[in-house]
């Protein structure tokens, strides 16, 4: 049976919502930038009308206001939007448990199992949008299709409050002749080398030789290949699976580029302090630490690296963590995303014990950390920081335990 994919995008998200809570925003042109009391802080996100007057996510606020003179910055408030990316997942998860986010506004959803209680892909992706509409007070865009680029590529397609179909038997035609940049994962180096060959569009490389990609860009030029032909495979991550936990991790598509270690250094904190907190909780040491890396071109490796004892102290994760960021990221490109990841899990209870002077300064910060779980359960998760994470609260306001917003990695590796 063919599969039916759905891929939603909330429409100009944070933008939305706060027009929602500032009803005086609506019927001008807004953006929503981190830094705002800085000329140099960046657009993370804008309305239509913005977008109209040509200004763009990522530049600076200075050059967004020669655009657009009449633009409204406000600055980000993410429990806001976490708590609508909340309630958009409520509404996905009543016609399917096969629900995968991607970054807070959008998501993708298999409903395969689901065509015979609600209708097809296409009936079912309209209901959303209307009830998106109606209980939420913002627009989405939804995709269908057979696979999750296609159906990605299809809620890009008509914005915004629309849906539409791409099936077997029309991708060619709507799919084909679109510029290859809009293929999912074609970020501006890949899109550079692609038309140095002579490809401008999704058609181009699905027509050119498949051997001639794998001579060029090596087993990413193949996969490209394959979602320009409709091959994609990838599953829809099932948000109630079950299985044996053999690693915690978490990962955040940060709201600006990571520019500089400091930068790095603060995102990486607010990930360990996540896992370690979620080792704790669940009786857990990790022996190895894993990184992952994506930078604004959208090229994402990892690696990782063993520890001298098996912890779960945040300080302990995130100096091996650190390390092995400055060890391997030499291009000094800005990241866009980080990842950390506990792995080599062993049970709390079976750990040995030593004298060593390092091993007792773990075994302390340990529990000085399981102190501030406690008051962090009593009375919010920002009720007690480091001091490090007031050098911006842009990066550092997240919950990444809690919120727990995670990002498609596992088919993807290279770009």
């Known amino acids: 049976m063919e599969r039916v994919i759905l891929h939603s995008d909330l429409n100009n998200f944070y933008a939305s919502v706060e027009c929602l809570y500032n009803p005086k925003l609506k019927g001008k042109p807004v953006a929503v930038c981190g830094r705002v009391e800085e000329r140099h802080g960046i657009v993370l996100a804008k309305n239509t009308l913005a977008k109209k007057c040509g200004v763009k996510t990522g530049e600076a606020i200075w050059q967004a206001r020669l655009k657009c003179p009449d633009l409204v910055i406000v600055p980000p408030n993410f429990d806001r939007y976490l708590k609508f ?9 009543d016609y399917t448990d096969q629900v995968e986010s991607f970054g807070l506004d959008e998501c993708w ?3 395969t199992g689901s065509l015979l209680l609600f209708g097809s892909g296409e009936k079912i992706a309209q209901t959303i949008r209307k009830r998106i509409k109606a209980e939420l007070g913002i627009t989405v865009s939804i995709g269908v299709s057979f696979n999750k680029i296609f159906a990605k590529l299809g809620s890009d397609l008509k914005k915004p409050d629309a849906v539409t179909v791409i099936t077997q038997e029309n991708f060619k035609q709507k799919v084909w002749p679109l510029p290859v940049e809009d293929l999912l994962y074609v970020g501006p180096s890949t899109c550079k080398k692609l038309r140095s060959i002579g490809i401008f569009t999704i058609g181009d490389l699905a027509k050119t030789d498949v051997k001639l990609l794998g001579e060029y860009f090596g087993k990413n030029g ?9 091959q994609d495979q990838s599953r829809v991550s099932n948000i109630e699976a079950t299985h044996t936990i053999k690693s915690i991790g978490n990962s955040m598509t940060m709201p600006r580029d990571l520019v500089c270690d400091e930068d790095v250094k603060v995102a990486l904190y607010v990930l360990c302090d996540s896992v370690a907190a979620r080792l704790r909780e669940y009786n857990f040491y990790c022996t190895t630490v894993q990184i992952s890396l994506r930078d604004n071109d959208l090229y994402w490796y990892e690696r990782q690296g063993k520890l ?3 912890t779960c102290s945040s300080t302990e994760i995130l100096s091996r963590a650190f390390e092995l960021y400055k060890a391997n990221h030499k291009n000094n490109k800005p990241l866009r995303s980080v990842g950390v990841r506990a792995c080599g899990l062993v049970s709390a209870d079976t750990t040995q014990l030593s004298m060593s002077p ?3 300064n773990m075994e302390k910060w340990q529990k000085i950390e399981g102190v501030v779980d406690k008051l962090r359960y009593r009375f919010g998760h920002h009720s007690i920081m480091r001091g490090i994470l007031f050098a911006d609260r842009n990066l550092s306001g997240a919950n990444p335990k809690d919120e727990h917003i995670i990002h498609p990695v596992s088919f993807f590796n290279g770009f």
């Not at 193949?222 to 409709?230: E, R």
């Open 308 to 310: 001298n004892f098996p």
């Open 358 to 360: 390092d091993f007792v």
């Open 222 to 230: 193949v996969m490209l290949w394959s979602f320009a032909n409709g």
């Open 85 to 93: 990316s909340k309630l958009a997942r409520e509404i996905y998860c």
């Open 109 to 111: 959803l298999d409903v």
